[in-house]
């Protein structure tokens, strides 16, 4: 039974997670609450791969306070030897008194072994219900493991500013600035926490993006890996893109009818260029590369391909409070999108909140909740 008191340490541990954001992938985040009669004892998050785990590093503060305590985690414990022991082995050697927890492993091979484990060593172990907004905002923090787990493929968010006349770009390509300064700088934050930043052709083309984060604080780690999506290689030589290529990887996604000497071209400047077949090939082979989280910024052609291709997980949707009054001006997703005739056949979200940024809407819009 897990009461109100439960809740708030489980919330706290969800907070904890959030601190391995930037640096945990390809592990999960997790947080980790020790406490005793509802007295916080101990706290501890997964700060990157090779690390301790959350209960590992909340059990080396809790030391022996960790005895008849109950332990808050935000993941299911591991159960099997990765590069750091079985956490569960860990809870049983402390003797804790319960464990609480928002969510399962998604990895097949652990999934419900940590939760045995300890019962078999007859310790009580909560876990809370699926439903329960607690749970959902576990998952979305591990989006990408999950994802990446369930699906074979990585978590696709699709981030787009929008007139509030629904204008992605004016006719002749503009769409510099739409939405205000706060929201952009929340946009690098996301590029730091994300693997990957796509964008199609087009808006290579167009806006000759660098799509690095920046400013970021504390500054970024690790720059995302920098996806162009251009089945001809029409990226030029000379864009920031490739100018920046010491700053961090550029990936160029070309088809098999790409001309040879434009392949060439870009890959004699360090910039890789890797044939895929479709929108779907291509995330399997990211998802080869071990990448979880992609943020695609590319303008409405590639969105609405990959709304079509059912690939799209989550969209971000930033509103600004400017008209365009131009019906021939690009939307949110382009013509390859998935139409609908009828109202009642319209594509529903599951789960969507709005914010105010600045002067702009911020839109969160989960597609599908992450399993
Ligand atoms: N408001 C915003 O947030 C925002 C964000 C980004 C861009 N934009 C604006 O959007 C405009 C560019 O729009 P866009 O639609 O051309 O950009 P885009 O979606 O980034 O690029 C479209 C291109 O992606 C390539 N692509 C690769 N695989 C594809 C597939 N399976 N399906 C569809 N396309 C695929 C295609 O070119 P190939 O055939 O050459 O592969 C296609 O022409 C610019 O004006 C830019 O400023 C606005």
Not at 103 to 120: K, R
Not at 177 to 204: F, K, M, N, Q
Not at 288 to 312: P, Y
Request: aromatic fraction near 2%; proline fraction near 6%.
């Amino acid at each position: 039974m897990i009461d109100d008191a439960d809740r708030l340490l489980l919330a706290r541990a969800l907070e904890l997670a959030a601190r391995g954001a930037r640096t945990a992938a390809p592990n999960p985040v997790v947080g980790c609450v020790i406490a005793r009669h509802g007295t916080v004892v101990a706290e501890g998050w997964h700060v990157r791969p090779g690390g301790p785990h959350a209960e590992a590093m909340a059990l080396a503060v809790a030391q022996e306070g960790a005895r008849d305590a109950t332990v808050y985690v935000t993941l299911e414990p591991c159960s099997h030897h990765g590069r750091t022991p079985p956490c569960s082995d860990a809870l049983i050697a402390a003797g804790v008194g319960r464990v609480v927890v928002l969510t399962t492993d998604p990895a097949p091979h652990a999934s419900g072994a940590g939760f045995l484990q300890l019962a078999d060593a007859g310790i009580p172990v909560d876990i809370i219900d699926d439903a329960d907004p607690l749970a959902l905002a576990a998952r979305r923090q591990n989006a990408g493991f999950r994802s990446a787990m369930t699906l074979g493929r990585p978590h696709v968010t699709y981030k787009a500013a929008q007139t509030l006349d629904g204008r992605t770009a004016t006719r002749t390509g503009d769409s510099r600035w739409i939405s205000g300064p706060a929201a952009r700088a929340r946009v690098h934050e996301l590029r730091a926490s994300v693997d990957a930043v796509l964008v199609g052709s087009g808006t290579a083309l167009a806006d000759d993006p660098e799509l690095t984060a920046r400013d970021c604080l504390p500054p970024a780690e690790r720059q995302p890996l920098r996806i162009v999506w251009d089945r001809a290689c029409r990226l030029e030589p000379s864009s920031r893109l490739v100018a920046t290529v010491g700053l961090g990887p550029v990936l160029v996604l070309c088809a098999a009818a790409a001309p040879v000497k434009r392949r060439a071209a870009l890959a004699a400047t360090g910039v890789e260029v890797a044939e895929v077949s479709s929108l779907a090939d291509g995330l399997a082979m990211l998802h080869g590369r071990g990448i979880q989280t992609v943020l695609c910024e590319g303008g409405a052609g590639l969105a609405g391909a990959l709304l079509a291709a059912d690939l799209l997980d989550r969209l971000l949707v930033v509103i600004a409070p400017r008209l365009l009054g131009d019906a021939s001006a690009p939307g949110l997703l382009g013509a390859a999108g998935a139409p609908r005739a009828a109202m009642a056949d319209a594509l529903r979200l599951a789960a969507w909140s709005c914010e105010t940024i600045g002067d702009d809407l911020w839109i969160d819009a989960w597609l599908r909740e992450p399993g």
